[in-house]
């Protein structure tokens, strides 16, 4: 598995930097989480930054079964990238005896992760119609979706 995670930075105050007369050449720099001297004044971050701004999370994991550390591992991501072998329960002894996964425990993962979406991905060669089976998997996690080749996703910060 893997996971991918873009931070983001705290939004900047410009109204409180003037307020504080910290000259604008400087603004930039705190923004970037600088402390700046001038003139013996200290100017630093936590004067005009605001609280810490969700970032974004992708997190991709395929071969395995659904141990407990993947909640973990891809708590609260944007966009879970997962594993469903096999559609139908009936797979289940297959699924443990090849280390994989099925499309409602990969959508179990997802719901205890508190991710936003999952794409289930990684069909065994004899799933011909996965789409018979991904019901059972939206009544557990609603936002799943079966991928496909070329899928694409834009995920964007949250807005303030």
């Given at each position: 598995g893997y996971t991918l995670e873009i931070e983001r930075g705290r939004k900047?105050?410009?109204?409180k930097a003037a307020e504080l007369g910290i000259?604008?050449?400087f603004w930039g720099r705190l923004q970037k989480e600088e402390?700046?001297?001038y003139?013996?004044?200290?100017?630093?971050?936590?004067?005009v930054l605001g609280i810490p701004r969700r970032g974004l999370k992708v997190a991709y994991c395929t071969d395995t079964r659904p141990v407990d550390g993947l909640v973990d591992f891809i708590q609260g991501a944007d966009l879970f990238i997962g594993e469903g072998m096999y559609g139908d329960a009936e797979s289940l002894p297959k699924a443990e005896e090849h280390r994989h996964m099925l499309f409602e425990?990969?959508?179990?993962?997802?719901?205890?992760?508190?991710?936003?979406?999952?794409?289930?991905t990684h069909y065994s060669?004899?799933?011909?119609?996965?789409?018979?089976?991904?019901?059972a998997a939206r009544k557990i996690f609603p936002a799943t979706k079966l991928g496909h080749d070329r899928m694409t996703a834009k995920l964007v910060f949250d807005k303030e």
């Open positions: 900047f105050d410009p109204a000259p604008v050449p402390t700046i001297t003139e013996e004044k200290v100017f630093t971050p936590d004067m425990e990969a959508a179990a993962l997802a719901q205890k992760g508190g991710v936003k979406e999952l794409w289930l060669p004899s799933l011909n119609e996965p789409e018979e089976y991904i019901e």
